[in-house]
């Protein structure tokens, strides 16, 4: 009698631990929806916060509108140096970029530094001459047999202090050597500094890198 007690208890036992298993199981999964699985707990957080900042977005009024005409904007008057003075500079930048990008191999190297150098700063001018006239420089020039001309335009004007200015410079260079002719174009940030009343080159990069690293020959 009591063996089956025992066992009626063990079966009800039983059938109480596969309930609490199914339970268990459905908590864990989460209801579906309709044909679906289940949602992220954090999905409809995220989509509300998302709705509220669209609707943030789109809350915001108009700027007013100006009452009446603009009246004339002179850019010249809020920088910190004249028309004329950013004109020079721009030339000089133009004339120094055409000079650097401008030679041919049978050119004594010493004249050519000494062309390209006349428009920079006297370290810049040191720099550009130990490249121009390096051995490497030279023979390989010569063994290409280069014959380089440049055209040089100012395309925007990227910075400009009381007493120093950063322009960018297109460059079209065309090159003929013993592989034939090749186009080039370049840019550059030229960097230009008062030195006295004249405009000298400071520093010349591609317009990519900015202002620092190596100069280019």
């Known amino acids: 009698m009591s063996q089956v007690g025992g066992g009626r208890r063990g079966l009800a036992f039983a059938g ?22 289940a949602e992220p707990v954090g999905a ?15 809350a915001l009024p108009p700027v007013p509108r100006p009452t ?11 920088l910190p140096m004249s028309k004329e003075e950013l004109a020079a500079a721009a030339d000089v930048a133009e004339r120094f970029v055409e000079e650097h990008g401008t030679y041919k191999h049978d ?17 810049l001018g040191g720099l550009l001459t130990r490249t121009i006239t390096a051995p490497g ?7 290409d047999q280069i014959v380089a001309k ?27 050597s013993k592989n034939g002719p090749a186009d080039r174009a370049e840019e550059y940030a030229v960097t230009l500094t008062q030195v006295g009343a004249e405009w000298r080159v400071f520093d010349l990069q591609p317009a990519g ?3 620092e690293g190596d100069n280019e020959h």
């Open 68 to 78: 009446g005409s603009l009246a004339p904007f002179d850019i010249y008057s809020y």
């Open 44 to 58: 409809s957080q995220a989509d509300g916060e998302s709705d509220r900042r669209e609707e943030g977005t789109g």
């Open 137 to 143: 420089t030279v023979e390989r020039d010569r063994a």
């Open 150 to 176: 440049a055209d040089a335009k100012l395309k925007e004007i990227r910075k400009v202090d009381r007493t120093s200015v950063i322009l960018v410079v297109r460059s079209m260079q065309n090159i003929e």
């Open 16 to 37: 109480l631990v596969a309930v609490l298993a199914a339970v268990g199981i459905f908590l864990t999964l989460g209801p579906s929806d309709e044909g679906g699985t």
């Open 107 to 123: 050119e004594d190297p010493v004249a050519r530094a000494r062309r390209v150098s006349a428009y920079a700063t006297g370290e």
């Open 209 to 211: 890198d900015g202002q």
